[in-house]
């Protein structure tokens, strides 16, 4: 699959630097009224849909890690900006058939969420960084696990060889208080350290919610559009 050109005029780098500060200063701002420090938090920059020339930009701005959510088209951008050292987080749902072929770029898959996907990455190679995905919706088509799958998914993954686990990931459900959903996070992410103590990890937070997901302990913030502009649809 090829990235799409850039749509339109090359907008001037002002703008998109000017957004990228503006969300670090408000992640700096929630960290401090969360009490937190924000050297914990690791902002990932979610670049689905944009061409790799947007990333490029960034990089040049200091992003260094990127999400995407589709297999081929992170495939691609990774094999193009191979020369950018950047980190490579995949945050789209995952089928296991193509688990190993995700493994193979990415350094963190953040959708682990049914033991089909652990056993097809519990391969004998270097671990690649999990995080389990939370299905905080009644819905079962979400991607996540449901509650009750929780901690037989976790003995799962600890269980295996080829994969470490960091901790628990979320997005929040579009009819619920963010705060309130992030609060259900955490109150997963403490199961998950009963039996893992290490796994204290948070993937939560994206555009209109880092704030609320921040105060809730996230550690990964997923933004896009915030800092990227609109996406362009996709290709
Ligand atoms: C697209 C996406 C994001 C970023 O969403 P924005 O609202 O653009 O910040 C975060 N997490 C996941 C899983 C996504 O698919």
């Known amino acids: 699959m090829t990235v799409p050109a850039e749509a339109g005029p090359v907008e001037p780098d002002a703008a998109l630097g000017e957004r990228l500060v503006g969300i670090r200063h408000a992640i700096a701002d929630a960290a401090a009224a969360a ?16 061409p790799a020339s947007l990333l490029r930009r960034l990089h040049a701005l200091g992003v260094t890690q990127f999400g995407e959510n589709r297999h081929q088209e992170a495939q691609s951008k990774a094999a193009e900006l191979a020369d950018l050292g950047a980190t490579w987080h995949f945050v789209g749902q995952l089928q296991s058939n193509k688990a190993k072929a995700v493994r193979a ?8 969420d049914r033991t089909s996907v652990v056993d097809a990455l519990a391969v004998a190679e270097a671990p ?4 389990i995905q939370l299905n905080l919706t009644d819905d079962p088509n979400r991607g996540g696990i449901d509650d009750a799958g929780l901690e ?3 003995e799962r993954a600890l269980a295996a060889d080829g ?25 997963a992410s403490e199961r998950v350290q009963a039996l893992a103590p290490d796994a204290d990890r948070i993937s939560a937070g994206m555009s209109h919610d880092f704030a609320e997901a921040i105060l809730e302990g996230a550690t990964h913030l997923r933004i896009g559009s ?4 609109n996406r362009p649809a996709p290709g």
């Open 226 to 229: 915030a800092i990227t502009g």
């Open 163 to 187: 994969l470490r686990l960091l901790g628990v990931m979320a997005v929040a459900p579009l009819d619920e208080e963010p705060r309130r959903a992030f609060a259900r996070v955490r109150a």
């Open 152 to 154: 037989p998914l976790v």
């Open 128 to 131: 690649v960084d999990v995080f």
């Open 105 to 112: 770029y990415a350094d963190v898959i953040h959708s682990i």
């Open 35 to 50: 009490g937190r420090s924000a050297d914990d938090l690791s902002l990932i920059v979610v670049t689905k849909f944009h």
